[in-house]
């Protein structure tokens, strides 16, 4: 009897002091970093896509400067560097030359899938990890194990964007118009095979240049074709352009498509009735939420940029606080990092949890969203298949 007892108590002790020992180990790990913590961002802060690319840098310096204000990570403060991309993927990767001679610990990439197509082959030469939320759904489709994705991609909206169009709001001859880039053109061509998939012909497909103005042509293509929805993909400025003159067109269809027609940026330049009724699907937006916590961070964010906070905001975020949790744990040893990142699991953020796949992608949940007026409503989350 007194036997058992013993080796039951020197187990818990040993129990105890193995706890002690990897918290110690861990906190340890993190201490060894450098007393301040270098991190790259690249992103787009001039040029037509100035718009997208602000939003990536207000969620992680906004993250940034809470980490900082609390502390640090280890009592270790994070160094942000920034590095604008303007609009060209020449641009890009000679920004993320620049990142890249400080030797950062790890690096953000924008959500501009050509730039991370332009910078992922140097960044992996580099070996350090590097976290974007552009939506091309081949960005971690390019083989390198230091590149992972905490947005959700084109690949996942085109799969649900039609599916929803048609056994959900029962429509079977849309048309399809998209920004005439890698980003749109994908997700064209993706929506066309989902379409496919569910015995639906397009009625139409369009594309507009990222600089174009007037889409008039395109859209009464549409209309002429007897389409009776619209799916629109495109970025904030061009789907305002979009939406606008549908409505002076007198173009009445069902348009659903990517988070631009929700997105707060779209929504200041519309009126309540260009906007009303409009679909999406997409990352999780914040301006839904009735939680107090995100409402008060989504106004400290507004208030600090004077730009509502979006999915891609969110996301940024987020990815700063995951990493500061890995680092936490593995410390500053970049290795360690890219295998944690790989590993992550059900780990909470903002809106959505995080758990990453056999490619590097760590969001696989999304909003459904309907315009009431200027005002986005979430139908309900809806989320990849598997997960």
Known sequence: MFYVSLKTSVTAVTAI?????????????????????PFGLTTALTGNLALLGTQARN??????????????????????????????????????????????????????????????????????????????????????????RTHVHDGQLAELIPEYLVKTLGKTRPGIMAVADDYGLGASKGIQAALAKLKVSPAAVASYAPSDKDMSAQLLEIKDKD?????????????????????????????????????????????AAEADGGYAIGGMIPQTSTDAKIMDWSKRVQDKYKVPADNFTVSYYDTVY??????????????????????????????ISYQADGQGDLAHTLGIYRNKGKTPELTGPIKESGY
Request: glycine content about 8%.
């Open 227 to 271: 389409a009776d929805s619209l799916i629109l993909f495109g970025r904030p400025a061009d789907v305002t352009l979009v939406i606008k003159q549908m409505n002076d067109l007198g173009i009445k269809l069902t348009t659903i498509g990517n988070a631009s027609i929700v997105a707060q940026t779209t929504l200041n330049n519309l009126s």
């Open 322 to 351: 995951l990493l500061k949790s890995i680092i936490e744990k593995v410390g500053c040893n970049k290795p360690a990092i890219r295998d944690a990142l790989a590993a992550t699991k059900d780990w909470k953020g903002m809106l």
């Open 17 to 37: 002091w193995l706890s002690v020992a990897v918290a110690a180990d861990a906190k340890a790990d993190a201490a060894s970093c450098p007393s301040s913590i």
């Open 59 to 148: 969620g992680a310096e906004f993250a940034v400067d809470e980490i900082n204000a609390g502390g640090g990570i280890a009592g270790k403060k994070i160094a942000i560097t920034t590095e604008d991309t303007g609009a060209s993927s020449t641009d890009a990767l000679n920004a993320m030359n620049r990142i890249l001679e400080g030797k950062p610990l790890f690096i953000l990439g924008s959500m501009i899938s050509p730039h991370v197509f332009a910078q992922t082959e140097v960044v992996t030469k580099s070996e350090t990890p590097f976290l974007v939320g552009a939506t091309n759904a081949k960005v971690t489709m390019q083989g390198s194990k230091w590149l992972f």
